[in-house]
């Protein structure tokens, strides 16, 4: 993906710098972060260089439409809209699937958002044959900014160019009180899937949201290669799905030696991080700080993270993902400490969540007439990826595998049922085990 990143009139770089004591055997990484303030700061470092250090700043008024567009363009609700409102802006008239708007938006969000000089590094390093692993830590202004969509030479995108992972705080990720659970292949998976909340029939809006799996279906077939390794375990692979008493202390058990943990579901957001909420099949009265909605108690980050009255708070496997609307929204705060951040805290290594609003298959064939009853898959076939991922000795890397794919097959056919509105909205954290105190 040559000039990633437009040059500033009359500024010159040197981008073979970044070629410098790179070691033949090691990937390049770098951490990047964007800070917002009246402009938009852009640091990175890259672990080889780490005495130089490289920041920049954009002005808001470049980045400002830029966002506004991206915004425009996804699922998750803007101010005053209803859920149903933000879905039909964006599946019936929106950019992210149709394949030249799309495009036009990748190169707009490229040209305001990825520095010059970083644009030039990177393609030093695809020009050497080196692929780079940005680990990026976004803002609360950039918090939906899908990476691995950027471009700006027409079919490749930023997910051919790089590996990109979620970097969260140092104060979390480093903190030296902070356990990573162990992860081994063949480890127990926890495995939530599209759990009944109580109160809500299948068809509301805390209803199913896959619909009824069925024997020999694609992600019954997933439970069932998972066989005994999954907790709590089900008289048969479909009955893993729609369960009425996931709640949270089955949770909490299911986890207990678990190397993993699946969920599929609904998260809702709210004013602040910590009170991000999983919603699984806890009625009122179970514990927790969380104010009950109707008949329900959801699950809040605070809860996961500190635990309540009755309550402990989870230890997390290693892995976990959470296929569910804005479940990866921690960086939407200025205090980025939702559910990514709370099973991270809690012992988590690798988070998979999404950045925006998920669609239902359902409501892509309602929404998308081009798709029609050929969307159905579609949300599955991204859960079956993730999981396959999670399997992986390198999370990160081989969910990019899986996009890239997606990506070629976008780009090559304008196919809407390739497009980027669910896998571009997948995004995994990586919290390694915190250096040693010396």
């Not at 009950?292 to 997390?316: F, K, Q």
Request: net charge negative; proline share 8%.
């Amino acid at each position: 993906m040559k000039h990633l990143g437009p040059l500033a009139s009359g500024r010159r770089f040197d981008e073979a710098v970044v070629l410098t004591d790179l070691p033949d055997d090691q990937q390049p990484v770098a951490r990047l972060r964007y800070v917002d303030g009246d402009d938009l700061f852009v640091n990175w470092i890259w672990d080889h260089q780490r005495d130089s250090p490289r920041m920049t700043v954009i002005e808001r008024a470049l980045v400002a439409p830029a966002l506004d567009a991206l915004a425009q363009a996804l699922p998750t609700p803007l101010p005053g809209e209803t859920g149903e409102q933000a879905l039909q802006r964006a599946l019936t008239d929106g950019p992210m699937l149709d394949l030249e708007r799309e495009q036009h938006l990748a190169e707009l969000l490229t040209s305001a958002l990825i520095p010059q000089w970083l644009g030039l590094e990177l393609n030093a390093l695809e020009a050497a044959g080196r692929r780079p692993h940005l680990r990026i830590q976004l803002s609360p202004s950039t918090a939906q900014l899908p990476w691995e969509l950027m471009s700006s030479s027409g079919g490749e995108r930023g997910i051919d160019m790089v590996d990109t992972s979620v970097l969260l705080p140092a104060t979390l990720r480093n903190d030296p009180a902070r356990e990573v659970s162990t992860w081994h292949p063949g480890s127990t998976v926890a495995a939530v899937l599209d759990p009944a909340v109580p109160g809500f029939a299948s068809s509301s809006e805390l209803g199913s949201v896959l619909g009824p799996v069925a024997s020999g279906a694609p992600l019954a077939e997933m439970v069932a290669v998972l066989g005994d390794r999954v907790r709590p375990a089900a008289a048969s692979p479909e009955a893993a799905f729609r369960r009425r008493d996931m709640d949270r202390l089955s949770l909490s058990g299911a986890v207990h030696d678990a190397g993993r943990l699946l969920y599929v579901g609904h998260v809702t957001s709210s004013t602040h991080a910590l009170d991000a909420r999983m919603h699984l099949s806890d009625r009122a009265d179970a514990p927790g700080l969380t104010a009950p909605v109707g008949t329900h108690r959801p699950y809040s980050a605070a809860d996961i993270a500190l635990g309540a009255a009755g309550l402990a708070p989870l230890r997390a496997p290693n892995r976990v993902a959470l296929i569910a609307c804005d479940s990866g929204s921690d960086m939407r705060f200025a205090e980025p400490t939702g559910l990514v951040a709370a099973f991270a805290a809690r012992g988590a290594e690798y988070v998979t969540a999404t950045r925006w609003t998920l669609p239902t298959e359902a409501g892509l064939r309602r929404f998308v007439p081009a798709l029609s009853d050929r969307a159905e898959g579609m949300l599955a076939e991204a859960i079956l990826a993730v999981n396959t991922a999670h399997e992986a000795s390198d999370p990160v890397r081989a969910l990019g595998a899986w996009q890239r794919a997606q990506r070629r097959r976008w780009t090559e056919t304008g196919d809407p049922r390739y497009s980027p509105i669910i896998w571009g909205t997948l995004a995994t954290a990586w919290a390694p085990i915190p250096p040693a105190v010396r």
